[in-house]
């Protein structure tokens, strides 16, 4: 307490502010208590509700906790992170049974190919009748002028093989290598500047007309046709698509007089 002091000037003494009456100093006692007090948070639980419907995933009805990931997990994620809209690329198992299938196909085309139009210009000639020899056996004859440098008469050997299979029994086939100077007088007779030259000669040796170049096979098919119905006239007795030129050949001389070759 405050001891009371000799007061000359006669001054009001003034009891210290803590000694105030317990009346005065409650009020503030008691907003000086509700300020200070610490405040609480509620806290919230989440629980499930009895009757909310069962559409949450999994995800969201278990609590994760930090841990070692599995292989598996790293799967799914990577799983789930891709964009479902792009396609998979292919594993290392489909690229392999691709390759075989393309293996396998390209292998069946090649022996297709070889089986039924693996025909060369070698083949045409050797199945083919000597010159002297059609023209004397009654029969009309198709006289084909060739080369082996020939890139349309090597293209066009297939079709002609198919022709003379289907009226070898009827119609004669020629082949003449215009390398061969041998068949000098030929060329100049059927006028051949481009190869393949087919000359079709009715029964008697007369040409009724040819067809030069790259063509559509019915116009050897048709001409042919009609030489062994023995029509007077031929469907195609001059046409012309793209050839060889005949000023290319490499002339060379053989000396077996019944080589057609």
């Not at 100049?188 to 030259?197: L, Q, S």
Request: proline share 7%; aromatic share 8%; with cysteine.
């Amino acid at each position: 307490m405050a001891r009371v002091a000799s007061n000359p000037l006669c001054l009001h003494r003034f009891r210290p502010y803590l000694q105030a009456s317990q009346s005065s100093l409650s009020p503030l006692k008691s907003t000086f208590h509700y300020q200070t007090k610490p405040r609480k948070f509620p806290t919230v639980y989440c629980q499930k509700s009895p009757d909310a419907s069962e559409t949450s995933t999994p995800a969201e009805k278990e609590v994760l906790e930090p841990g070692p990931v599995s292989d598996d997990t790293k799967r799914e994620d990577t799983g789930a992170s891709q964009d479902p809209g792009l396609p998979e690329f292919p594993n290392k198992d489909v690229n392999k049974r691709i390759a075989v299938v393309s293996l396998l196909a390209a292998a069946g085309l090649f022996l297709s190919s070889r089986l039924d139009f693996g025909v060369s210009l070698k083949d045409l000639s050797a199945a083919a009748l000597p010159y002297e020899e059609a023209l004397s056996n009654g029969k009309p004859t198709v006289v084909e002028f060739y080369a082996d440098w020939c890139e349309v008469c090597r293209e066009l050997a297939p079709d002609v093989y198919k022709v003379e299979q289907q009226y070898k029994d009827r119609v004669n086939f020629v082949m003449l290598n215009v390398d061969n100077t041998k068949w000098e007088q030929e060329l100049d007779e059927f006028g051949v500047e481009g190869i393949p030259h087919f000359a079709f000669l009715d029964r008697k040796g007369n040409e009724e007309g040819n067809v030069v170049g790259r063509l559509p096979g019915k116009y050897l098919l048709e001409n042919v046709e009609a030489l062994a119905r023995g029509e007077a006239s031929i469907p195609h007795a001059r046409v012309v698509g793209q050839y060889s030129s005949a000023e290319n050949r490499k002339v060379r001389s053989v000396v077996d007089p019944r080589s057609h070759g």
